[in-house]
């Protein structure tokens, strides 16, 4: 069994409205000295078996098909 967890980001440039609202929500709290906020998904995953590579292609295929959209968010894969 191994374990993974897959980091998904919006691409620079995509607006964040979650984030700014973060950002505004923060400044409002007395957290001052917050540049800028973007707000992403993690998702921890156990995959079956020990093929470190297949794994890797496997979670590549769940961000591509399921996990990220790609046309506006990036996505990293570590694998424990």
């Known amino acids: 069994m191994m374990k993974a967890r897959v980091t998904v980001t919006l691409k620079n440039g995509v607006l964040d409205p979650q984030g700014k609202a973060i950002e505004h929500a ?8 917050v540049g800028s906020v973007r707000q992403g998904k993690v998702f921890d995953i156990e995959i079956d078996g020990t093929d470190k ?13 399921l996990l990220a959209n790609t046309v506006i968010e990036n996505y990293a894969v570590e694998i424990a």
């Open 26 to 33: 923060l400044g409002g709290l007395g957290f001052g000295g």
């Open 53 to 65: 590579t297949k794994a890797q292609a496997e979670l590549k295929a769940m961000c591509d098909k």
